[in-house]
């Protein structure tokens, strides 16, 4: 069975940086032969969740959100299996629950999410 495991998350000032990790159990993570994507999504208080960033297996396609562009980058470690997601010049409107998903050969998974947040 798949499972995500999210870390990373914390308090941090308006400009800093954070990285979130989010480990995959449960599936090949490096075999080229099983498509995967695996995304980062936020909620805030109040609001819907929103896809924040995206990468894909085996072709490596990386997808982001424009509020994110140039700030966030998605990443990927086959020797770990792990993805992360590596923010910087957060702002406070950054704050929110990541959760990390996985989409496995069409079957979705939730990790149980992390806090962010961003003092202004």
């Known amino acids: 069975q798949v499972q995500l495991a999210e870390f990373g998350g914390g308090l941090v000032q308006s400009g800093g940086s954070l990285r979130l990790s989010c480990a995959a159990f449960g599936f090949t993570f490096s075999n080229r032969n099983v498509n995967w994507y695996i995304s980062w999504y936020r909620q805030a208080p109040g609001k819907e969740r929103e896809l924040v960033a995206g990468?894909?297996?085996?072709?490596?396609?990386?997808n982001y959100a424009d509020s994110v562009k140039g700030r966030f980058t998605i990443s990927r470690d086959d020797a770990k299996s792990a993805v992360y997601l590596q923010m910087s010049m957060l702002k406070p409107e950054d704050t929110a629950v990541y959760f990390c998903n996985a989409n496995v050969i069409g079957r979705q998974y939730w990790g149980q999410g992390t806090q962010v947040t961003v003092s202004s």
């Open positions: 990468i894909t297996n085996p072709e490596n396609r990386l």
